[in-house]
């Protein structure tokens, strides 16, 4: 860049460019991500039976085993109900009985031709409803004593109590009659192990897949990592203020059972941690849009260019690019097969070999505003 002064004064000339080595490195990525913790599964209990509440087993927080009981519902209508079963199946009992009896003296009667066809018909008839209100009456004596084991609420999973919106005293509305789908009691969940729904933009879910290990922490434990594991990348996606997110859930052990359902985490997750033999900077890469811009910094002859162009190369843009190397008769063009990347640095699979030299360069648009740029610059402190 020149800058105003004395004729004598020599321009230093302005350098575009630098030379890098190609050498092994190790090339790290990783994504960040906020989520929240939440259950990974959870059960509604619910009463089958309606009634008011007369006792409440467990509160938030508590810790349930499985078959602990939970609740108790006011009983007297449901042992009501057992009661007068119960008496109805000790009467159908007594009439199956007597239609038995009777049913056997008709048979020895009608073989005898003592009575007609008819009424014998009449007693079988009658002996075949007694045995059908029998098994009626039975039915309805079982179903009677499970409502009455209804209104006993136990857990029906190991878990622990995350919500209970009834207290003792409120009346509650059965699953089985309500068309509402019935009074939630209380809401569990196993602790034990619990998930992060962590949001990742779209640009970086494609690195993400099943089964990489995520690094977790949260505010209340600064000091302490936690590592999960990416059990679901789920497919819709997310927008809000135009940016789009895809929930990425991970599973992580809780057994010490310092993560609450809620806690705010950030999530690394790493996506690459691999030792490359060759790599160079991504600066480097050039394609065909920019490689004339490149060769005009080095003063590569044009036509150099369009001979080295004239061939295509299957993979350019994807996983080839050309590299401007330093050799003995100066800058040379090759092509050059890539692979892992760190954003910064890429593994070369192809086309280089170690502690070959390479020319890091401005790309076209860059180097386009610091021609401008110097233009403006010189004609500033121009004198004319």
């Known amino acids: 860049m020149s800058s105003c002064g004395s004729d ?10 630098k030379k890098e080595k190609v050498v092994s490195k190790q090339l790290e990525l990783s994504i960040e991500a906020s989520g ?33 009981v939970l609740g108790q519902i006011d009983q007297r209508t449901p042992k009501n109900i057992l009661d007068q079963a119960k008496s109805d199946l000790e009467a159908s009992k007594v009439r199956l009985e007597n239609a038995k009896s009777q049913f056997e003296r008709g048979k020895e009667l009608h073989a005898n031709a003592s009575i007609s066809d008819k009424d014998f018909e009449a007693i079988e008839e009658s002996y075949a409803q007694a045995k059908s209100t029998l098994v009626r009456s039975e039915v ?23 919500s209970r919106p009834v207290e003792v005293g409120q009346v509650i509305s059965s699953p089985t009659s309500a068309v509402g789908g019935g009074t939630i009691l209380m809401t569990m969940a196993d602790l034990s192990k619990v998930r992060v729904r962590a949001l990742v933009d779209e640009i970086d879910v494609g690195k993400v897949s099943i089964g990489q290990v995520v690094s977790i922490k949260v505010a209340a434990y600064r000091d302490k990592e936690f590592f999960g594991i990416v059990s679901k990348i789920e497919p ?6 135009n940016v789009t997110t895809f929930p990425v859930l991970i599973d992580i052990e809780n057994n010490e059972n310092l993560l609450l359902l ?9 996506v690459l941690n691999k030792e490359v033999s060759l790599s160079t900077p991504t600066m480097s890469l050039r394609t065909r849009k920019d490689i004339y811009s490149a060769a005009g910094i080095l003063n590569i002859p044009k036509d150099k260019v369009d001979n080295f162009l004239i061939e295509s190369v299957d993979g350019e843009n994807f996983n080839k690019f050309i590299v401007i190397k330093d050799s003995k008769n100066g800058p040379e ?13 890429v593994e070369i699979v192809s086309g280089l070999e170690i502690k070959d030299t390479v020319f ?4 076209k648009s860059l180097f386009d505003y610091q021609k401008r740029f110097k233009e403006r610059v010189q004609a500033s402190f121009s004198f004319g």
């Open 360 to 363: 890091i360069l401005p790309s």
């Open 140 to 162: 309805t004596f079982e179903n009677a004593k499970i409502a009455l084991d209804d209104t006993i609420v136990r857990s029906p999973v190991e878990g622990t109590v995350i």
């Open 236 to 241: 819709q996606a997310r927008i809000e203020q």
């Open 8 to 17: 004598s004064e020599p321009t230093q000339p302005t350098t575009f460019y």
């Open 333 to 345: 063009l090759t092509w050059v097969k890539i692979g892992a990347s760190d954003l910064s640095h």
């Open 262 to 270: 809620g806690m705010n985490t950030d999530v690394v997750i790493e």
């Open 36 to 68: 929240i913790i939440e259950a990974i599964s959870s059960v509604e209990i619910k009463s089958k039976a309606s009634g008011e509440v007369l006792f409440l087993g467990a509160e938030v927080g508590d810790l349930v085993q499985k078959g602990s």
